[in-house]
């Protein structure tokens, strides 16, 4: 505490990534602290971090940018900086891949941020607070803005009967969907991972920028996504029962979300145009909520999924009761995990329980760990997929 008032006091914030900017850590005026420029990205990609710290015995940096080991089980790579006569801690990494990454220091032992970066990753717990970097490439990326028609991100409340309370959700709708006044869409049910909420898709995942590149490049037909509270229990609660979470989470999706979009939104009310996707625990989520509700959905996808320790058997007994009829009903089932993320074992355990039983799937093993770096990659590759026909769908699994 001691050490990071002295921080907060001590620095004038910053924007988060000055690029190659003059005296980093100039001198301010007559007994003043000095400037601290963090990060400093130059122009061959390396990045400067620094932190005013002179009472610090070892400051650290851990971030996404870092090599990654390739034991998913080991610890985060870190970095220890430099400490100059002005009490000024850095150091200088990279060049670093034009990318979006989290990052943050540890001062003495005692987890920090970036007081000179105002762009922050945050959640529904904090101990998802961290900075953001985002290093760009000559060229725009697949998740950046670029000059093509953008759909509009909407935010609604609604009063959950099944959980017995007000909740939020975020509803993307695709370019023209206001002046396309007869067409109805498909809708994709997009879930955020543990300790995130229903922003995480657009803040992180930068899911309407993607959207927005694959339809203008006519990549993705235009669907609706819907991004909802992922939590059917508080994330700040004690534990709760196991599978209580998702158990609660899909009342409200099949009993409020759902029939509230479709009395709000001209979106197709059949199983053929609605999937169900999401990220780690979501993507656990969509597996488990769409695999065994086929009734109402065609298409699936699992992110990183948190399906470790589960009894694939039982439950999935009813997917894997009648393989001809399951494939019959499946338009899409899409599987995703990084070999450096720690639950890659268990996705591919899946994937292997699936193929024994002759369901068909797509197993995709990338590099990676358990980042958005991952997943805003998977969505770019998945959303083409969505709701084709049969023939189109084959062709672009090949």
Known sequence: MRIGA???????????????????????????????VSPEIAPDRRVTFRLLAPKAGDVTLTGEFLPASADPAAPPAVVHMTKGEDGVWSTTVGPIDPEVYHYHFTVDGVRTLDPG????????????????LEVRGDKPAFYEGRPVPHGEIRTHWYESK?????????????PGYDRNTTERYAVLYLFHGANADETAWTRFGRANLIL????????ARPFVVVM????????????????????KFSLDLRQDVIPYIEARYRVQADRDHRAIVGLSMGGGQALNIG????????????????????????????LVANADVTNQKLRLLWIGCGRSDSLFGASKSFSTFLTDRHVTHV?????????????????????PLLFQSTGEQRRSQR
């Open 6 to 36: 002295l921080i907060c006091l001590a620095v004038s914030l910053v924007p988060s990534t000055a690029q190659a900017q003059p005296a980093p850590a100039a001198a301010g005026r007559s007994g003043s602290a000095p400037r601290i």
């Open 291 to 318: 695999l065994n509700h086929l009734e109402l959905f065609s298409h699936v996808g699992g992110f990183s999924a948190a399906i470790a320790g589960t009894d694939f058997s039982k439950a999935y007994a009813s």
């Open 117 to 132: 970066n105002a762009e922050l990753k945050t959640g529904s717990t904090p101990q998802t607070i961290m900075n953001v």
């Open 162 to 174: 099944s959980l017995g309370t007000l909740r939020r959700l975020m509803v993307y709708v695709p």
């Open 212 to 219: 927005d590149n694959l339809i203008a490049d006519g990549r």
């Open 363 to 383: 197993f995709h093993e990338s590099g990676g760990a358990h980042t958005w770096i991952v997943w805003r990659r998977y969505l770019n590759e998945v959303a």
């Open 228 to 247: 909802p509270f992922g939590y059917g229990v508080s994330p700040t609660a004690p534990p709760g029962t196991p599978g209580q979470n998702t158990e």
